[in-house]
């Protein structure tokens, strides 16, 4: 949703540098932590020790351990490469799927884009977290689940930007020049329509990593996600829950680094989108 | 409206049947039945009829506001939702009163050359935020750190408070930064020049004038926020432990109880239209431009 409203906005403030390096130096560090998660820690994420349960954060734990002494920032650490996995993942497939639906819907005629618009306003009108709540209800639960409810749910908002956008393309002086051309509606569209409509979604998609990754730990701290011990950021912030009377780092730590993704993909996409609209003008 | 809710209940209806298994199973719980139980309680509950038949009966229920029964609670639908309405709303409410009272605070100070840039971080962290995150660092500090709000409690007006900021901290991002850049928009516009050449006050101007320029997206933006409000609610009664629609829809989900998975859908798009309504209408009155527009017309 705050994707949609940042796209919509014309004008757009450039995000400071400094915000810039730092947000794009997090997601490096997510991702090496995410492929190589021994560079960050030597701790076992599943290793559980009772005589260390729930140690607040100090040296050797970073983060803390949770209640069965497993340490909470080596849990953290293998935990980004479920997330970033769905986060991406789910972003792709809706990119994908969207623009293939959007345009489409844009290119066809009357009757097709009619009923292919209709259906994405209806979808439309449902929260996105309630869509993927459905498609969970539909498939079960799960980790591939989670991926799939994902994708599924922002697909619709994918594809009402990709029609659009098909549309103000679709009458730009360059398409009209190929077909003048004699260059076949096929090439036309494959050459010209399709990579000029990717621009806007691919801004749309950075930021769209972010509110994925989020709804996939929503989803996962529901427990319709991977199930325990699995090192996932929702659920360790779901077992964290029993524990904050006594040991809040559990729960608080993962969110943070939650929250600190989401801001770092909304900053790269703003910057994106920046650049777009001043490439625009 | 009624093509959304159609379109919904229709959707709905049809994706829902892709669920495997057989409803029966969900019907009788964990018990073991014969076959021919099976078939009898197929037939009660119309499953054995084609697929069409039961569509258009859903549907012929659904106009006369009969939701269908739930299978897990074999109570009826409109009775499992609507006792479970009034926590929603009064949830959703007030997280509505505090969205938009946040946005409007941190819009109107958040304005000024130090001050804008602060805002805009606390509304990219409010946005980024998850809600349960938000509800669970509420609880550590309010209500086990200093003690202020109870815990578990679900009755009371103080039990309501943390659930409805939890609610409202990502939506008063949003609305926030809409409503800033509104600000500066209308602020650019020629008649800020004649307002303030007239005398007025800087205070009477952003109120009465730039303000109702700006306000017009951010009300059509909140109304696209009471959606999500609601998916939001599974979340927060789920880290608030609170009854409410959000637990019926997550236990219907889980337990695979499609009437009341189907009921919800639909609640979602009556809900969806109503606001929709409700939100042109207001922004009518608010905007000036839609107001001379109108009475050209």
Known sequence: MSVLVAVRSRRVKRMPAPALWAAAGFLVLLVVSALLPGVFTAADPLRTDIGEALLAPGPGHPFGTDQTGRDVFARVIYGSRYSLAIGFGATLIALVVGLVIGSFAGLMRSLGDGVLSRAIEIVMAFPEFLLALIVIAIIGPGEASLLVAVALAVIPSYARVARVQTLVVKRAGYVEAARTLGVSPAVTVLRHVLPNTLGPLLVMATMGVGTAITAAAGLSFLGLGPKPPTPEWGLILSEGRNFLASAWWIAVFPGLVITATVVSTSILGRHLQARSARRQR | ?297
């Open chain 2, 1 to 297: 409206m009624v093509l959304v809710v159609w379109g919904a209940a229709t959707l709905g209806f049809f994706a829902l049947r892709l669920i495997p298994g057989d409803p029966v199973n969900v019907l009788i719980g964990l018990g073991n039945v014969s076959t021919q139980v099976r078939d009898q309680i197929r037939e009660d509950w119309g499953l054995a009829d084609p697929l069409l038949v039961q569509y258009l009966g859903y549907l012929g229920r659904l106009v006369q506001g009969d939701l269908g029964t739930s299978y897990r609670r074999q109570q009826p639908v409109a009775d499992v939702i609507g006792q479970q309405l009034v926590p929603t709303v009064q949830l959703m409410a007030l997280a509505v009163v505090f969205a938009l009272l946040l946005a409007l605070g941190s819009a109107l100070i958040g304005r000024g050359r130090r001050t804008a840039p602060l805002a805009g971080l606390l509304e990219l962290v409010a946005v980024s935020s998850p809600t349960f995150w938000i509800g669970l660092v509420l609880i550590s500090v309010f209500g086990f750190g200093l003690g202020w709000f109870p815990v578990v409690a679900t009755v009371g007006f103080g039990a309501l408070l943390l659930p409805a900021a939890t609610l409202a901290i990502p939506v008063a991002g949003i609305i926030s930064q809409v409503l800033r850049q509104g600000l500066d928009d209308a602020a650019a516009l020629p008649f800020v020049d004649t307002v303030r050449a007239r005398g007025a006050s800087h205070t009477r101007l952003v109120v009465r004038h730039t303000l109702r320029h700006a306000a017009a997206s951010s009300i059509t933006l909140t109304g696209y926020m009471v959606g999500s409000l609601l998916g939001g609610s599974v979340l927060v009664e789920t880290v608030f432990a609170r009854p409410g629609l959000g637990r019926v829809a997550l236990n219907a989900i889980v337990d695979r109880d499609v009437p009341v998975v189907l009921g919800i859908i639909v609640l979602a798009a009556v809900a969806f239209s109503v606001i929709n309504l409700l939100v042109d209408l207001v922004a009518d009155r608010i905007d000036p431009r839609l107001e001379t527009k109108q009475a050209y017309a």
